[in-house]
Each structure stands twice: as C-alpha cells, then as structure tokens.
C-alpha cells in the first residue's frame, strides 16, 4: 500500500479502498460461515428438521475471474465469493477492481467522463437469499470511482418477503447512526435517495422496507468520504447478524415459502431492469457470473 496521501495522491486512494472492500469481505464472510456453523435444525422443528439436519454448514466458494479489454495494459478483474449452505440458501460477496474506457454512449452517463473515457472502479457487492422465509434477504455495497473525478457510492437495503416491524426499525436505527457519526453523510437524503431508487416503477411498489443509497459522494475531504464508506460495511456486519440470529431458528410454512418466492421475482424484476450496478457491469464487460450472482435461486410468480 502507498505511504502517500491519498488526499492528494489518487492512485494512494485507489490502493487503500481496493484493500478496504478486501478486508470487508473477508469479515463478512467469516461471519457468515460462523452462523452456518450456529444453526441448529432442531429447532426448526417437524419436516423442516428432518430436512436440514444432514445438511453440512455452508462455506464460501472463490473463483477469481479476469477482464479483458485490449485498450488498457491492466483491466483487472475480481473474485466471486459465493456459498450455499442450510441458512444462506445463496449468498454471493464479490470484489472486484477493474479499469478501462467507457463506451462513448455510456460516458455521457458518468461524472467526470465526457471529455476521457477513462475510468477505473473498485467495489464490494453482497447479495444475500435466505433459506428461512423470516429471515430477510438484503443488500449491500460500497465502490470506489475514478475518472476525471473521483467519488464513493453505495448503500444497504433489507428485503424482506415477511417484513418484521422490530428488523425494519432496528435496521434503519443501525444505519442512521452510521450517518449522524459523519458530517459528511445525511441519512435523510440517503434514506429517501434509497426509497426512490429501490422502487419497481412497472409495478408501484417498493423492493423491500428501504434503507440507505448514495452515489457521486465527492465532499472535497477524501478521508472523510472513505471513513464513511468503511462505516456503511462495518454497520452492515455489525446489525445484519443480529437479524439473521433473531430470525434464523423460526419455522416456517410452504405458505411461508410461496410468498418468499413471490417476493424474490420482485426482486430479479429491479435487479435485471432497474439496478445500476447490473448495467454497470454489463456495459464495463465485466463478469456475468458475478454480475448477476444477485439473482435468487430459486423465484416464482403467481
């Protein structure tokens, strides 16, 4: 890592958040794992016992991948962190650092790109689809982009298929404290920014019970910008456990079930029409596998 300011010393910056969104998920993953390891079917009761009982405790697959794009020496890649397991029906952590040129359409699209095509994006994307009906599905990022500006976005929203009063409020809790601990951030902006951007217009419908969304976050303090980026990932680690230990031993219903799948049809809905970061990727030339690891297992519509 370089000794530089990365106040002032741009590639400084890239190399600390690129080692960032790393840590991240190693933390992130590690935790995971642990409430694999905690669940204890028996608690489940009935069928739901006798069906999990012999399932081993997940663990998280790597696979690195590579991009390719001739018209810069070095384009990077990433590595999809993917594990299926008897809590985590599927849950996808990702990071990836890749550079490059935008096309000349999508550059009009992108801050500080207009005139140079460049760019260069390191990120952490998490995506996480629960076996338990009760335990909510959720969402989380954080990224890095540079072109002839430079600025962090990203965000966590919680989608649950059995929204739950006291996880919606505690989640929401976790992450205005996140916001009000840095003059940089304003979770009221976030929050609506968040119900906006979550929303399935075809539908009228929100994709889960909200939470935080900012892009383009350029204050002028690059240290302050990326203090808060950090804390955005350490909040998500710190209150989404709470939630999946809180709900993750709850039975549940093939009822239960039907409006879980339901529910994520929703959810494939805004990730394929609507979500930047899908069309990110797609138009970077970017991984498929991990671009759409978002997408759930197994989905239905009625």
């Known amino acids: 890592m370089s000794d530089a300011d990365p106040q002032t010393d741009t590639r400084a910056g890239q190399d600390r958040a690129r080692a960032w969104f790393a840590e991240l998920r190693d933390r992130i993953c590690a935790e995971f794992e642990r409430i694999e390891a905690e669940l204890d079917p028996h608690l489940l009761g009935g069928e739901l016992a006798e069906r999990f009982a012999d399932n081993p405790a997940g663990r998280f697959e790597y696979t690195p991948w590579q991009r390719d794009d001739n018209s810069v020496d070095d384009a990077g890649g990433g590595t999809i962190g993917l594990m299926k397991g008897r809590v985590f029906e599927k849950v996808g952590v990702n990071i990836s650092t890749v550079a490059g040129n935008f096309s000349e359409e999508f550059a009009k699209q992108i801050p500080g790109a207009s005139e140079n095509r460049g760019f260069w994006a390191s990120g952490i994307s998490l995506v996480a689809h629960l076996w338990n009906p009760h335990a909510p599905a959720v969402h989380m990022n954080t990224r890095h982009i540079v072109t002839s500006k430079r600025w962090f976005g990203g965000g966590s929203d919680l989608n649950p298929a059995l929204p739950k009063g006291d996880d919606t409020r505690d989640f929401h809790a976790a992450l205005q404290a996140c916001c009000e601990r840095h003059a940089v951030a304003n979770h009221k902006r976030y929050k609506e920014w968040a119900d906006e951007y979550f ?4 539908r009228g419908e929100a994709r889960g019970v909200g939470g935080i969304f900012y892009d383009y976050l350029e204050s002028g303090d690059w240290a302050a910008d990326f203090a808060f980026t950090q ?3 350490r909040t998500f680690l710190e209150i989404y456990p709470q939630l999946l230990r809180r709900r993750m031993h709850q039975p ?3 009822a239960d ?3 879980q799948l339901v529910h994520r049809g929703r959810y494939a809905e805004f990730n394929l029409v609507y979500d930047r970061g899908t069309q990110f990727g797609l138009k970077t030339g970017g ?3 991990a671009i759409l690891m978002s997408l759930p297992p197994m989905a239905a519509w009625p």
């Open 199 to 202: 929303f399935n217009k075809h």
């Open 257 to 259: 079930r039907q409006a």
């Open 287 to 289: 991984n498929p596998e």
């Open 252 to 254: 549940w219903t093939d």
């Open 231 to 233: 804390d955005v990932g």
